[in-house]
C-alpha cells in the first residue's frame, strides 16, 4: 500500500482556510481518493476535549504547549498514522505550524522547546527516526486587520479569536519564519483575494504539487 498524502491548512484565525475544506475534500474524492478530514487540537475524543480545555480556559504557554503537543500525539497514533498507512489522504485543518505560530509567536514560549516536543512526539519514525510532517502545508497569509474584519460578527470569538490584532501579528510573523524555514513543504495563497481567486491558488498549488495525481500519494 502507498504512503498517503498528509495535508494542513495554516493561517492566524480569520484567514478564510475553513471555507475551502469542503471544496478540496470533493476534489480528492473525485479522484477516487479516500479523505480523512480531521482538525488539531483535537481529531479524537481525547484530543477534542483537550481542545475545549485549551480553547476556553486561561492557562501559561507551557501547560498549553503540553495540551496541545499531547492533542497531537494521541491524534497521530489513532488517527494520522493509520490512514496514512492506508494511503489515504489526511486534510487537516492545523497542525505543528500552529503551535510554532500561536505559542511560539504569539504568546512569545521558547521555540527551543517547542522544537523538543515536536521531536517527541512527531519524531522516531520508520528506520531512519524521521520526524512526521506534512507532506504540503497551505499557509493563508492574510493581514490581521482584514482578518479580523471578515471575523467580526462572524462568530463568536474563543480564548485567540478574542486577542488583540498584535498577537496576530506575532502570530501571522511566527507562520511567516516557519514557512521560510521549510520552504518546500510551504505553499503561501495570498488570501486577500476573493474565495473564488483563492480557490484557484488552492487548486493550482495542488495540481503543481502532484497531489492530484491518483492514489499514489504527492511527492514534496
Ligand atoms: N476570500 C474571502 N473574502 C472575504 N471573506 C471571506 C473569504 N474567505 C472566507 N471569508 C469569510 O471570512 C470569515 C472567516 O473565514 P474562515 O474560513 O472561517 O476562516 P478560518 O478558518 O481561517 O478562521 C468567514 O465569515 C468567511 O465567510
Ligand atoms: C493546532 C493549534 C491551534 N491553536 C489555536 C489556533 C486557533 O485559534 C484555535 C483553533 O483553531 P481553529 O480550528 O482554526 O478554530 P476555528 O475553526 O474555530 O477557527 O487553536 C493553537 O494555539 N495552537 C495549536 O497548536
Keep these: 500500500m502507498s504512503e498517503g498524502l498528509f495535508l494542513t491548512l495554516e493561517g492566524i484565525d480569520g484567514a478564510g482556510k475553513s471555507s475551502h475544506l469542503d471544496a478540496m ?4 474524492k473525485a479522484r477516487g481518493r479516500t479523505v480523512v478530514r480531521t482538525r488539531e487540537p483535537g ?5 477534542e476535549t483537550l481542545r475545549g480545555l485549551v480553547l476556553e480556559q486561561a492557562m501559561d504557554p507551557l501547560t498549553e504547549s503540553l495540551l496541545v503537543f ?11 498514522e493509520p490512514a496514512l498507512a492506508r494511503g489515504d489522504v489526511v486534510l487537516c485543518d492545523r497542525f505543528t505550524d500552529a503551535t510554532f505560530a500561536y505559542q511560539g509567536a504569539g504568546r ?19 528506520a531512519a527516526g524521521l520526524l512526521l510532517q506534512p507532506h504540503i502545508t497551505l499557509w493563508f497569509d492574510l493581514a490581521p ?3 479580523a ?37 510551504f505553499v503561501r495563497i495570498d488570501a ?29
Excluded: C, M, N
Design 108 to 126: 512569545g514560549f521558547d521555540t527551543q522547546l517547542l522544537s523538543t516536543l515536536e521531536q517527541w512526539v512527531q519524531g522516531g519514525r520508520g
Design 70 to 80: 499531547a492533542a497531537r500525539r494521541d491524534h497521530i497514533v489513532q488517527v494520522i
Design 43 to 47: 481529531g479524537t475524543p481525547l484530543a
Design 145 to 147: 486587520e482584514i482578518a
Design 25 to 28: 475534500e470533493a476534489l480528492f
Design 149 to 185: 474584519e471578515r471575523l467580526a460578527g462572524a462568530r463568536l470569538p474563543d480564548k485567540f479569536e478574542s486577542q488583540p490584532v498584535e498577537f496576530f501579528r506575532r502570530v501571522a510573523a511566527g507562520y511567516a519564519a516557519r514557512a521560510a524555514a521549510d520552504a518546500p513543504r
Design 192 to 220: 486577500s483575494q476573493t474565495r473564488d481567486q483563492v480557490w484557484q491558488q488552492v487548486e493550482t498549488a495542488l495540481v503543481a504539487r502532484g497531489a492530484l495525481a491518483p492514489a499514489t500519494g504527492a511527492a514534496r
